[in-house]
């Protein structure tokens, strides 16, 4: 297992069908403990992603979309402060995203497959659909066009869809109850001081 300490770089990856790397980011940890991976993701971040998909497209692009391997990985830049939380063992990881000037816009559970570590970080495989609430508890479903596309075109079966489900409802049941990481101090965490944006390691 490795030892993260607050303050490393560490880039989680997260890992297409096809075993090809979809997204690559560097981002700085703030806590790594029993109970949590933190890390931010700051503003102005430089990753790598594959060409992004308008949300309203998804769905109907998901039968002629070529293989992530064969698509091109560009440079990106993240354009908002976020938190990721990630659980050891869980199927999902919780986000939290800030405007400008650091106002919290949203919690995000984004649904996938619990963590592997890897040597520069930790790689995942997104589910599709996710889960997004505001700052005062009132949720929705996201995505859920293209996870219902996923099911008709053979990509997901119906076995693995009610288990991404199932941990959606597990994080609504957390959100509800209250139970962390939603009551918790996390929406006012503040980077101590300005460090230049984390970067990507050398490949
Ligand atoms: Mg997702």
Redesign the pocket.
């Known amino acids: 297992m490795t030892t993260w300490r607050p303050g490393d770089t560490l880039v989680p990856r997260y890992i297409a069908h096809d075993d090809s790397v979809s997204q690559a980011f560097p981002t700085r940890v703030i806590e790594a403990s029993e109970r949590v991976l933190a890390l931010h993701l700051p503003d102005g971040t430089a990753i790598k992603s594959l060409p992004n998909v308008p949300a309203e497209e998804r769905a109907s692009s998901l039968a002629t979309m070529a293989p992530a391997s064969e698509q091109p990985k560009l440079d990106r830049q993240w354009d908002n402060d976020s938190i990721r939380l990630h659980f050891r063992g869980e199927p999902f990881s919780i986000w939290l995203l800030f405007g400008p000037g650091w106002k919290f816009n949203w919690w995000y559970g984004?649904?996938?497959t619990p963590y592997v570590e890897t040597p520069i970080g930790i790689d995942t495989r997104?589910?599709?659909?996710?889960v997004a609430a505001r700052p005062d508890g009132r949720w929705w479903w996201k995505?859920e066009e293209e996870f219902e596309e996923r099911l008709k075109l053979g990509f997901d079966s119906a076995a693995h869809q009610a288990a991404v489900r199932a941990a959606g409802n597990e994080v609504i049941r957390r959100l509800e109850g209250h139970e962390y990481p939603f009551a918790s101090g996390w929406p006012d965490w503040r980077p101590e001081r300005d460090l230049p944006p984390p970067t990507l390691p050398e490949t």
């Open positions: 984004n649904l996938e997104d589910h599709a659909l996710d995505d």
